[in-house]
T-cell receptor
C-alpha cells in the first residue's frame, strides 16, 4: 500500500474556477503536510506548509488537513492560467532525520 | 530561481557509459538530497547528506553512487545503468535534515537532470 495517494488527473478547468486538489494517506503519524507546485521543466517549489490539522490560507490558496480522515486538500480560488502546473502533496512524521513522502502529483491546466 | 543548480539539464547515455550529475546550492544549507521522479510515480528519495555525512540510502542500486565533497556540492555518479533508470533526477537542499513545526526546513529543489538511458 502506498503511503500517499493522489489522483494524477489531468484536471482541466476554466479561468476563475475554484480548484480542489486532494491526497489521502495511511500513516497516522504524519504531522507535517506540504503542497508543492511544479512547472514544466522545473523542480518542485513549496507552496503551502501545514502542521497538524486545520486550515491555512495564503492569498488564493487554502490548505486543509483532516487527520481523522487522513485527507488533505488544496483549494485554489479564482484560478489563473499561471496556476497551470503539477501539484504534489508531501507529508512527514517530523523530527530529526525524517523524510518526506510524496504523492504522484496532479496535473492542472487552467484554460483562459 | 531557487538557489540550487543542476548540470547537465539533459543527458543521454548508453548502458555501458559512466557519467556524473552535479548539484550546487548557494543557500548555505547543510542537507542535500537526491530524488528520482518518474512519470506517474511519487518522488523517490534516493540519498540524503546531512553535514556532509550520508544519512539515508533508500535501497538504491549500487550503479548509483553519491558523493558530497562539501556542503555546497553533491554528485551522483552513474555507471552501467538500465533503461528503467530513465527519469528526472532532482537535487534539493535544506538547512538541516529534519522537519519542524515552524516549517523552517523547507527543501529547495533544483530544475533537475532529465536522463535517458538507451
Amino acid at each position: 500500500q502506498k503511503e500517499v495517494e493522489q489522483d494524477p488527473g489531468p484536471l482541466s478547468v476554466p479561468e476563475g474556477a475554484i480548484v480542489s486538489l486532494n491526497c489521502t494517506y495511511s500513516n497516522s503519524a504524519f504531522q507535517y503536510f506540504m503542497w508543492y507546485r511544479q512547472y514544466s521543466r522545473k523542480g518542485p517549489e513549496l507552496l503551502m506548509y501545514t502542521y497538524s490539522s486545520g486550515n491555512k490560507e495564503d492569498g488564493r490558496f487554502t490548505a486543509q488537513v483532516d487527520k481523522s480522515s487522513k485527507y488533505i486538500s488544496l483549494f485554489i480560488r479564482d484560478s489563473q492560467p499561471s496556476d497551470s502546473a503539477t501539484y504534489l502533496c508531501a507529508m512527514s512524521e517530523g523530527g530529526t532525520g525524517n523524510q518526506f513522502y510524496f504523492g504522484t502529483g496532479t496535473s492542472l491546466t487552467v484554460i483562459p | 530561481e531557487t538557489g540550487v543548480t543542476q548540470t547537465p539539464r539533459h543527458l543521454v547515455m548508453g548502458m555501458t557509459n559512466k557519467k556524473s550529475l552535479k548539484c550546487e546550492q548557494h543557500l548555505g544549507h547543510n542537507a542535500m538530497y537526491w530524488y528520482k521522479q518518474s512519470a506517474k510515480k511519487p518522488l523517490e528519495l534516493m540519498f540524503v547528506y546531512n553535514f556532509k555525512e550520508q544519512t539515508e540510502n533508500n535501497s538504491v542500486p549500487s550503479r548509483f553512487s553519491p558523493e558530497c565533497p562539501n556542503s555546497s556540492h553533491l554528485f551522483l555518479h552513474l555507471h552501467t545503468l538500465q533503461p528503467e533508470d530513465s527519469a528526472l533526477y532532482l537535487c534539493a537542499s535544506s538547512h538541516e535534515y529534519r522537519v519542524l513545526a515552524g516549517g523552517g526546513e523547507t527543501q529547495y529543489f533544483g530544475p533537475g537532470t532529465r536522463l535517458l538511458v538507451l
